[in-house]
């Protein structure tokens, strides 16, 4: 199955700052996800992006596929940032496809 | 408002004991999915339906079982042949294709 490796695994940084996340995965793919896991264990989708680039607010995100990785950009970190970020992958779009998840980068924004 | 409902928050099962956990949604998606979150690890999928009536094994439904006989509801029974039970459990569900919703989680314990 498709291999899924993020980095880093662990990110501390102070509010304001900047950071990007990185997902790299082994095979190709048509369906790539980013989500954020808060402390309370809550998974929010942030962006369904198999290719390009989004941006929702202070967060953006950049799929090169055929470089077979994503980036998660966050911008003026706040504390309620600090979460698990995770990467989902699968090679098809449909839910036929079982996505893969990587084992996340836990991230801490301290004030 | 629409969204994916699991319950119960948390459960306590002595060993040798059957459990089913909720998982309904009124989002009118057609695929659901169960996943399995270990401590400090990413998600791992049980499994997965994407049609009332059908569902496919995932990577660890060893010990698990799962119902599809209405649109909104998928519900996980963890069985007593489930030799590690104890861990967080998420439904999820999308329109197909996109974005994966999840519910709020259970939280199972086996004393």
């Known amino acids: 199955g498709i291999q899924v490796e993020q980095s880093p695994p662990d990110l501390i940084l102070q509010e304001g700052a900047n950071s990007t996340l990185r997902c790299n995965f082994s095979?190709?793919?048509?369906?790539l996800q980013w989500f954020h896991q808060n402390p309370w264990g809550q998974l929010i989708n942030l962006f369904y992006?198999?290719?390009g680039t989004k941006q929702n607010g202070r967060l953006s995100a950049t799929t090169v596929a055929t470089e077979r990785y994503s980036l998660l950009y966050i911008s003026s970190s706040q504390t309620t940032d600090s979460g698990v970020y995770f990467c989902?992958?699968?090679?098809?779009?449909?839910?036929?496809?079982?996505?893969?998840f990587g084992e996340g980068t836990q991230l801490t924004v301290n004030p | 408002d629409g969204g994916i409902t699991q319950s119960p928050k948390y459960l306590f099962r002595k060993e040798g004991q059957n459990v089913t956990l909720s998982c309904e949604q009124n989002l009118n998606h057609d695929a659901m999915y169960w996943y399995r979150q270990d401590p400090g690890q990413g998600l791992r999928l049980i499994y997965y339906?994407?049609?009332?009536?059908?569902?496919q094994k995932g990577d660890i439904a060893e010990g698990y079982s799962v119902s599809r006989e209405k649109k909104e509801s998928f519900p996980l029974t963890v069985t007593s042949a489930q030799k590690n039970p104890t861990a967080f459990y998420l439904c999820a569900s999308t329109l197909d294709p996109g974005e994966l919703f999840f519910g709020e989680g259970s939280r199972l314990t086996v004393l």
């Open positions: 339906s994407q049609i009332v009536n059908d569902f």
């Open positions: 992006i198999p290719s």
């Open positions: 095979d190709s793919v048509n369906n």
């Open positions: 989902a992958v699968g090679p098809s779009e449909t839910s036929g496809s079982r996505l893969t």
